[in-house]
């Protein structure tokens, strides 16, 4: 078995995955939304305290399957310094007490295989990696050859849905508020940009939109005195350019890439409205759509220990793993 850790942001994770059969037969994940919601966002400090508690607890619900563990997974990269830093401590001190290999596995490469927890993996398959962090459409050749295609050129998907949330004092996470408020909104009442729509760069940018909905928050007085349909119809209104940027995007990659299977993973992707606007724009295209089970959309160790079976399948190992926070990728770039 293959025991794996995750702490790259705010959440807890450790899983132990069977090597034969790709079973998971363990897995838990503590979320500090609760914490965090009060600040409106991720603390890292905080945020790193927290995984020094979690973490042990979690782990010692996973004594029983130490003699059977044939390596230790955790993800390095990218993600916040202090919160990986945990992770990779339990990491090495496991793999010396027990004398077994490391895994170093790169977080947007484990919200890739996602989609094949418990399952054999789809090659090639196109992926449009949607997060709290990160916004990319990925080729997936194989193992070894994934592909940037394109990505943001400042915020993320999910970023933006918080920092949209936070306008309106809607909370924390704000993706799910805003979806949800989305579904009893009007969204034709504003007419919010859509990023990039005259520009032949096939790439992603969301800083525009997020001003011009901060602008309406402000036209409508402010969250302390909108209503709750304004705010409604502006999630709505937000939701909709966000996913006209999104398809737009994709049409210009899927009118020219051949390969038929296409993926959405990432927080971001459990969205039930970008879904099956993907769906629709698949099935256009002839493409086959495979979304990543709710349970594994956001970030865990499940993801991380289904990466970490390939790895170990090929003997790739780390003799020691270092934090990598920051990653920028560009279109063209190699994960």
């Given at each position: ?57 979690i ?42 290999p ?14 094949f ?5 789809i ?88 001003n011009?909905v ?97 790895s ?20 063209g770039?190699?994960?």
């Amino acid at each position: 078995m293959i025991l794996s850790i995750e702490s790259s942001c705010d959440d807890s994770s450790i899983a132990v995955t069977e090597i034969k059969t790709k079973k998971l037969i363990f897995h838990k994940k503590i979320s500090q939304e609760k914490e965090h919601s009060i600040y409106g966002g991720v603390v890292p400090e905080l945020a790193s305290r927290l995984h020094a508690i979690a973490l042990p607890k979690i782990l010692a619900q996973t004594q029983e399957y130490f003699p059977k563990l044939k390596a230790i997974a955790v993800t390095n990269q990218p993600g916040l310094g202090v919160t990986l830093m945990e992770g990779i401590a339990m990491a090495k001190t496991l793999s010396a007490m027990l004398d077994i290999p490391l895994i170093a596995v790169n977080h947007l490469k484990a919200h890739i295989y996602s989609l094949f927890v418990e399952k054999e993996g789809i090659f090639p398959i196109l992926t449009l990696l949607i997060s709290g962090g990160h916004t990319m459409i990925v080729r997936v050749k194989s193992f070894e050859d994934m592909q940037v295609l394109a990505t943001t050129m400042d915020d993320s998907i999910g970023e933006s849905f918080d920092k949209c949330a936070k306008m309106m004092d809607l909370g924390y996470p704000g993706g799910p508020i805003i979806e949800q408020l989305a579904l009893h909104g009007d969204e034709n009442r504003f007419s919010f940009p859509v990023p990039l729509s005259n520009s032949p760069l096939i790439a992603f940018s969301l800083s525009g939109l997020k001003n011009a909905v901060r602008l309406q928050i402000e036209a409508l007085g402010g969250a302390s005195v909108m209503s709750e349909q304004d705010k409604c119809d502006v999630a709505a209104c937000f939701q909709k350019a966000v996913i006209s940027h999104l398809l737009q995007k994709s049409k210009k990659i899927f009118a020219s890439e051949p390969i038929c299977d296409v993926a959405m993973v990432g927080g971001a992707s459990a969205n039930r409205s970008i879904a099956k606007a993907y769906e629709t724009l698949c099935k256009s295209y002839s493409k086959r759509l495979h979304t990543t089970p709710l349970a594994y959309c956001s970030d865990n160790a499940a993801m991380v220990g289904r990466y970490a079976l390939d790895s170990y399948a090929r003997n790739i190992f780390a003799n020691d793993i270092q934090t990598q926070p920051t990653q920028k990728h560009t279109s063209g770039t190699r994960l």
